[in-house]
Each structure stands twice: as C-alpha cells, then as structure tokens.
C-alpha cells in the first residue's frame, strides 16, 4: 500500500478476529510484543485495504477462485500443526503439545476445550525455545501477576487450582545450542516466587567455549553460568529458600517413551536416552550413548517446533521441509501466486524476522509489477467476485468493523475484572455480537 498508489489489498482470515499469533501466540504477560497490532490496525483502516474474517481459504474459497479474482495472491498462514515426538505413550492423558497449550491460555478457540490436568507437582517440557520458557512461566507465575494480563478467564482459574511446582525443560543437546533468547532467560531467573536450579557440572569450563561465539549466544551462556555457579547471596539465598516453585534447565537428554501409570491411562513419567554432541555449536548432533535415565513427571509438554499444512491441492508444498517451494517469495511454477511467513521458511524466528520476511515477499510483489511479470492490463474484480461465491455457500465474512465492535467488547469485560481484555474463546458468541 505505502509503494504503490494503485494497490488494493484485501485480507481473508479464518477466524472473526485478526492478528493470528501475536493475539494467540504470544504470552499473555508479555503485552509490550502486541504493540505491532498498532500498526496492523492502520493499515487495516486504510480506504484501499479490507478485511474479510470468518472465511477459510481452502473450504469456503479455493485458491484457484482467488487466483481468478485477484492479480496477486499471497499466502501467509504460517504453521497451524506441531510436530510429533513419534516416541510410545505420547497419546497418553497429561501429555500435551506445546501449540495446544498456548492456545488453550491465550483463548485460541479450537483449544479452549482443553481441560489440561494440572495436579502433579513436576511438569517436563521437551525443548529449550522461547515457547517452552513462556509454558514454564505461566505455570510458575504467581496469580497476582497473571490476573493483570488477558490471560483466559477459564485459564486463570486453572492455573489457580495447579499444584505444579516444578518444571524441567529438557533438551536433546548442550547449553551451547539453546534456542531460548536472553531476554527470556532473564526474565525466569527473576520469577518471584520461584528458583532456578543449574546442574553447575553442565557449565564448568564453558566461559573457554564461547569466548569467540556471537554477542547473543555469548551473552546468554554468561548468563547461564553465572546463574549455576555464583554463590547466591545472604538475602537471595533466603529468599530462593523461601521460594515454593523451582525450575531447572536438562541437556543432553532425547525422549525415548513417555510411561504410564498402573492403569495405562495416564503419564507418571519419561524415559531419556542421555546423549552425547558430535560436532560443535549450532550443527552439533545429539547421539545417543546407550544410557537412559527416568524422570517422574505427571505433565509432558512437547515443545520441539511447528509444522505447516498443505492447504489447497492447487499449491506446491513442499512435505519433508513444510514449506510452499519458493524463491524471494514467489512460489515456484505458479506465476501470481506467493508466499510469506513460517509457510514460506519454515517455523523458526520471532515477530521482527517474520515482519522483515514479508516485506521481502512485498518486494518480490512489487518488482513483477514493475517489470510486467504479473499482467495487470485486464482488471480483476476482487472482492467483488468472492462475495457471491461465498453467499452462495452460506459464509458470512466479517469486516473490520465487525471486529473492532468484538475487540470493545473484549476490553470492556476485561476492564470490569482488571484486565486489558477478556478474550471470546466461542466464535459463535463472537458472530452472535455482531448480530451475525
């Protein structure tokens, strides 16, 4: 819109409500990350932009009958799976993915039936990302520091009733290839309430190691050793001792089973075959020594990454890396048909690599207009030709307006109870608010 005076776009979104992940993905307590739905919502009030809630591309719309109505289509609906350990038990009841809990706390309505069991005092989480410190957090936060943020209501009750007081992160390699940044490092190490518990022996002689490693991974590491080996003092010692929560970070340890109680219904814990690294830094692979080791654990959460789906046979997809084949954006062999986000490389990065990702795929959009690749001299009806599609088959698309009446709604329960907002995790009651 900001590089081409001619250009309309038009957003299609499969729920009611905008903003995708950083409404649903990022932590509740972390409110500061959703400032970019600012410039999200400006560009959403733009005369030449639209928004059309309520419609999945894929069922309600083919790509096909986009690519019709459209110049240019581009596809930017990241990684809606996770991967699977693929190891036994990992059906069992209190084993959870990573994907399926977030939603649940941040009202992510195809979760919010979740009912997670929440009565065992140690949970594991399998990975050592961002997601898996944010899943520690909310389960070792105090309630007074929850009850501020637009965490669920339902969440937050709970969280109130949980008797987790301890959390494991494991990870199949070292403390040099944690995935997890320096501002979440920090942040857990100063939970209230709760103590970090290092293996010192895991960080003795890893100051040598890093001495030539990049500023942020050099950084981080300091602040892990720092974290394991410095006496605490007099007053942090009291007041760790004082703290009734403790969570710790395990290396080298890969899932082999997750074992059942008595009955076979539940998790009582996971075996880990230990490993040992061949090669170094971020290549380094996890080889398994023949050693195992158990750890009881009532609560497993698989934290090891997001996978993207195929979403219209009429798309590349590429199933091995779970991404759409592309180049800069263009998706291959089909001209006028792009891609942006983890759908285009895979789900990796935060919110700034992600919003630099799609202005290189707008780059790409912008270059073939400029050099004729996408042929604009016969008009495309856009909206206009989708509208009938879709009232022909009963979907009823939501503006942006629509959604500004659900997004007061929301604040305005929050406000009652305290909150920025209270999240609608029904999208029925959501359609039923704007009389839908």
Known sequence: LQHHSRAQVDIYEKLPVPFGLVRFGVAPD???????????????????????????????????????????????????????????????????????????????????????????????????????????????????????????????AALACSKVKRVWLVGRRGPLQVAFTIKELREMINLPGARPVLNPADFTGLENAVKDAPRPRKRLTELMIKTALEKPREKMLEAQAAAPREWGLKFQRSPQEVLPTADGRRARGIRMALTRLEGSGDSAKAVPTGDVEELECGLVFSSIGYRSLPLDPAVPFDTQRGIIPNSSGRVEGVPGLYCSGWVKRGPTGMIITTMNDSFDTAQSVLEDLQVGALDVSTSREGFGAMESILRSRGVRPVSFSDWEKIDAAEVARGKAAGKPREKIVDPQEMLRLIGH
């Open 30 to 156: 972390h409110p500061e990350v959703k400032n970019v739905i600012n410039a999200f919502t400006q560009t959403a009030r733009s005369e030449r932009c639209a928004y059309y809630g309520n419609v999945t591309v894929g069922r309600d719309v083919t790509v096909a009958e986009l690519r019709q109505a459209y110049h240019a289509v581009v596809l930017s609906y990241g990684a809606e799976d996770n991967r699977v350990l693929g190891i036994p038990g990992e059906n069992l009841s209190g084993v959870y993915s990573a994907r399926e809990f977030v939603g649940w706390y941040n009202g992510l309505p195809e979760n919010r039936d979740l009912k997670p069991d929440l009565s065992c005092e140690t949970a594991l989480i399998l990975g050592h990302g961002n997601v898996a410190l944010d899943i520690a957090r909310i389960l070792l936060s105090p309630l007074s520091l929850l009850r501020k943020t637009d965490i669920t209501d339902s969440s937050l």
